[in-house]
């Protein structure tokens, strides 16, 4: 049972890069993904999150209109397109599943709530 984050590099402000989670071992379909990042000395943060069923998103205020997190639950693989990328998104990030309930809303973004982390990729933007 694994998820593995990868499609990480080195990008100068402004640029792109897609990052996949793909899972093994399970069925991701049956679980929400959250996507977190962790930059040196910092914590970790909730970057975004689709559910399961009907393909709900959340956002960070601080990615809003530049990330667009996607799935597709036929290649057990979930997604997350980063555009207009900054310097202070420079951080190693990191895919999970959980199974959202009662006040996902608010506590999707709390790493607390996810299970099997799995190693991140890193993600330097620098001219």
């Known amino acids: 049972v694994q998820l593995q984050a990868s499609g990480g590099g080195l990008v100068q402000p402004g640029g792109s890069l897609r990052l996949s989670c793909a899972a093994s071992?399970?069925?991701?379909?049956?679980?929400?993904i959250g996507w977190f990042r962790q930059a040196p000395g910092k914590e970790r943060e909730g970057v975004a999150c689709?559910?399961?069923?009907?393909?709900?998103?959340y956002y960070a205020d601080s990615v809003k209109g530049r990330f667009t997190i996607s799935r597709d639950n036929a290649k057990n693989t979930g997604y997350l397109q980063m555009n207009s990328l900054e310097p202070a998104d420079t951080a190693v990030y990191y895919c999970?599943?959980?199974?959202?309930?009662?006040?996902?809303?608010?506590?999707?973004?709390?790493?607390?709530?996810?299970?099997?982390w799995g190693q991140g990729t890193q993600v330097t933007v620098s001219s």
């Open positions: 689709i559910t399961s069923l009907d393909h709900t998103t």
């Open positions: 999970a599943p959980a199974r959202p309930g009662i006040g996902w809303t608010e506590d999707w973004s709390k790493s607390a709530r996810y299970d099997l």
């Open positions: 071992g399970f069925t991701l379909e049956y679980y929400a």
